[in-house]
């Protein structure tokens, strides 16, 4: 149940006394426990209270990592006896139950920074045994270390990751990368120098980490070198399908007048690599000029579905889509709300929008709470356990999100978890001066799945880890019989 909010109590405080008008004064608290619906909360790990972006999950041998980027900030790091930089969190997630930080990986910026200025917030793993030719006996991490370099590290024993190499540096920002284990290629958000875009597209061959190949820059028409007019905005995160579906999907510009770019792989890989009009042209399948109020954050592929609805016409019987996710950014509904959109690109040269979903304002009134209510991300797992059955959205003060997504005409919510706020969830303000007020509210920033099933939140309100379960209606959907280490945990 939420607390009444704050603004509604303080109109009282004089009547009622100075010492208790100082109490009412700070921030207000609008979730004291979770709220649930076909989800369970299985394990948990506060992050040490540092502002978390992207969870990626790695099954080394017999057991199971979550790496954790982190954005801008300062935190003491109890293994060390340290305050550091916040970076990157390394936890043994085997027993999900009982998640064990392992290790932190320091990253780029100064105290007391916030943000995207500094941290580390993107990271990508890869077994040594999946790429082409590096040492098959380790396991490698690519990670943004803050706005200025992407970085390789040997995580081959997770509780003493070791620096291999930097892949490039000097650069004036980075972002949401994408990495192919089983080709190598990789896709780093970047700012070189020159461009008239501070998040561009670097593409590299990282087959063998020790040994980092530059392949070639890439933008958008306008963004390059020495072009005019108006520079569509910065690319946030890439995701391909590698060789065999032979697609990266683009989007740019995450909380207004977003572009979705469908590009050829092997033409983005192989054709003329200087940055002119006609070369930046050559590998685009379709580009989407989005209105004002949407954004593109993620972009999900959601190939070969199969529709029952249709499944006695003659034609189109199986259909892609792709779904797009916008991230909203200012607090208590101060612009506009981003949601998941998803596409039909079943004629990849004209996509076709199908549906909208977002949480109803309403169901919690989620504009007062605190924070932000809207959409950020979908997880990007591929797993058979979930794909084209559930997806995840994580919906910042609306926790995560379950959709039923097996008709993308009529994508259904099946389940939804909201963590409580602990001593460790940070404020969140709008206004300034005699005008500001603070809240304390969940944020919800990314969520991602493991070939378990788990599904892991991260919150950017340094509120910590949640490792969470489908149950009910939404389990039912998910097909479990693709998960063959599953664990013990997750049967029940």
């Given at each position: 149940m939420r607390w009444k909010n704050y603004a509604a109590t303080i109109s009282g405080c004089v009547a009622l006394g100075g010492a208790l008008c100082g109490l009412l004064a700070a921030p207000a608290i609008t979730q004291r426990k979770a709220e649930k619906l076909n989800m369970e909360l299985v394990g948990y790990n506060d992050l040490q209270a540092r502002s978390a972006y992207q969870p990626?999950?790695?099954?080394?041998?017999?057991?199971?990592?979550?790496?954790?980027?982190?954005?801008?900030?300062?935190?003491?790091?109890?293994?060390?006896?340290?305050?550091?930089?916040?970076?990157?969190s390394i936890v043994d997630v085997t027993d999900p139950k009982r998640p064990k930080y392992?290790?932190?990986?320091?990253?780029?910026?100064?105290?007391?920074?916030?943000?995207?200025?500094?941290?580390?917030?993107?990271?990508?793993?890869?077994?040594?045994?999946?790429?082409?030719?590096?040492?098959?006996?380790?396991?490698?991490?690519?990670?943004?270390?803050?706005?200025?370099?992407?970085?390789?590290?040997?995580?081959?024993?997770?509780?003493?990751?070791?620096?291999?190499?930097?892949?490039?540096?000097?650069?004036?920002?980075?972002?949401?990368?994408?990495?192919?284990?089983?080709?190598?290629?990789?896709y780093l958000v970047s700012g070189v120098t020159g461009w008239r875009t501070p998040r561009m597209l670097q593409i590299y061959d990282l087959s063998d980490p020790a040994k980092p190949v530059f392949i070639r820059n890439f933008g958008l028409q306008g963004q390059q070198p020495g072009a005019r007019g108006q520079t569509p905005g910065g690319l946030h995160g890439p995701i391909s399908t590698g060789p065999k579906g032979n697609r990266v999907y683009l989007p740019y510009d995450n909380a207004r007048d977003g572009?979705?770019?469908?590009?050829?792989?092997?033409?983005?890989?192989?054709?003329?690599?200087?940055?002119?009009?006609?070369?930046?042209?050559?590998?685009?399948?379709?580009?989407?000029?989005?209105?004002?109020?949407?954004?593109?954050?993620?972009?999900?592929?959601?190939?070969?579905?199969?529709?029952?609805?249709?499944?006695?016409?003659?034609?189109?019987?199986?259909?892609?889509?792709?779904?797009l996710?916008?991230?909203?950014?200012?607090?208590?509904?101060?612009?506009?709300r981003q949601m998941v959109r998803f596409f039909d690109?079943?004629?990849?040269?004209?996509?076709?929008?199908?549906?909208?979903?977002?949480?109803?304002?309403?169901?919690g009134n989620f504009c007062g709470a605190g924070g932000r209510f809207g959409t950020h991300s979908s997880n990007e797992s591929f797993t058979p356990i979930y794909y084209k059955r559930l997806l995840f959205i994580a919906h910042f003060n609306a926790g995560v999100r379950v959709l039923d997504v097996r008709d993308p005409f009529h994508p259904k919510e099946v389940g939804y978890y909201i963590p409580p706020i602990t001593d460790k969830t940070d404020k969140r303000c709008v206004g300034q001066g005699a005008e500001q007020h603070c809240k304390v509210a969940i944020q919800t920033n990314?969520?991602?799945?493991?070939?378990?099933?788990?599904?892991?939140?991260?919150?950017?309100?340094?509120?910590?880890?949640?490792?969470?379960?489908?149950?009910g209606a939404a389990r039912q959907i998910a097909d479990f019989s693709q998960a063959p280490s599953l664990s013990a945990a997750a049967r029940h």
């Open positions: 990626v999950i790695q099954k080394q041998g017999d057991r199971w990592f979550a790496y954790i980027g982190h954005h801008g900030g300062v935190q003491p790091n109890p293994l060390t006896g340290k305050d550091e930089l916040n970076g990157t392992i290790a932190h990986i320091p990253g780029e910026g100064k105290t007391g920074g916030g943000g995207d200025a500094g941290g580390a917030s993107m990271v990508r793993v890869c077994s040594g045994s999946d790429l082409p030719h590096a040492d098959k006996s380790k396991f490698y991490m690519l990670r943004s270390y803050g706005n200025s370099a992407h970085e390789m590290w040997d995580v081959t024993d997770p509780a003493r990751p070791a620096r291999l190499n930097v892949i490039v540096d000097g650069l004036r920002d980075t972002h949401k990368n994408w990495w192919e284990c089983d080709t190598g290629i990789a572009i979705l770019q469908i590009v050829d792989r092997e033409k983005l890989l192989n054709g003329p690599k200087e940055p002119t009009e006609e070369n930046l042209r050559y590998p685009q399948i379709a580009r989407v000029d989005l209105p004002v109020d949407i954004g593109a954050h993620t972009a999900f592929p959601m190939l070969q579905m199969q529709l029952p609805e249709f499944a006695k016409q003659r034609d189109g019987k199986v259909k892609d889509f792709l779904a996710v916008g991230e909203t950014t200012p607090n208590e509904c101060n612009e506009y690109i079943t004629t990849e040269s004209k996509p076709v929008g199908a549906s909208t979903w977002t949480v109803p304002e309403a169901s990314n969520v991602e799945v493991d070939d378990r099933g788990f599904i892991y939140a991260a919150d950017r309100a340094n509120t910590g880890l949640h490792i969470l379960e489908v149950t």
